[in-house]
């Protein structure tokens, strides 16, 4: 099982980032897929989810409004797409796989208790 968060750098405040999870050696489709980042001294916060039929999303307060999570299970990919970033939103970001079975309608945005979650990918707001 494999899940590879990529796409992150640096960016001033009110830029944008689209960030991708590459998945494999799972059944995707079987699967809701989160964000979640950790911010250095701070706890790790959930960010975003994607139930594994696509239909639903949900984020985090902070969030919501400017970020918005998507996925191609035929590409096996989930992107994340952040506009107007500011200096908050720096941390490396994580996308994790929580197993729901197919067809399912709902995800939770949560920080820990992930089934498979892989290395992350830097993002830098600067002022």
């Known amino acids: 099982v494999q899940l590879q968060a990529f796409g992150g750098g640096v960016v001033q405040a009110g830029g944008s980032l689209r960030l991708s999870c590459a998945t494999s050696?799972?059944?995707?489709?079987?699967?809701?897929i989160v964000w979640f980042r950790q911010a250095p001294g701070k706890e790790r916060e959930g960010v975003s989810c994607?139930?594994?039929?696509?239909?639903?999303?949900y984020y985090a307060d902070s969030v919501k409004g400017r970020f918005t999570i998507s996925r191609d299970n035929a590409k096996r990919m989930v992107y994340l797409q952040m506009n107007n970033l500011n200096p908050e939103d720096t941390a490396i970001y994580y996308c994790?796989?929580?197993?729901?079975?197919?067809?399912?309608?709902?995800?939770?945005?949560?920080?820990?208790?992930?089934?498979?979650w892989g290395q992350g990918t830097l993002v830098t707001v600067s002022s």
């Open positions: 994607i139930s594994s039929n696509g239909y639903s999303t």
């Open positions: 050696g799972f059944t995707l489709t079987y699967y809701d």
């Open positions: 994790a796989a929580d197993y729901s079975g197919w067809g399912s309608y709902v995800c939770e945005v949560r920080a820990q208790g992930h089934d498979y």
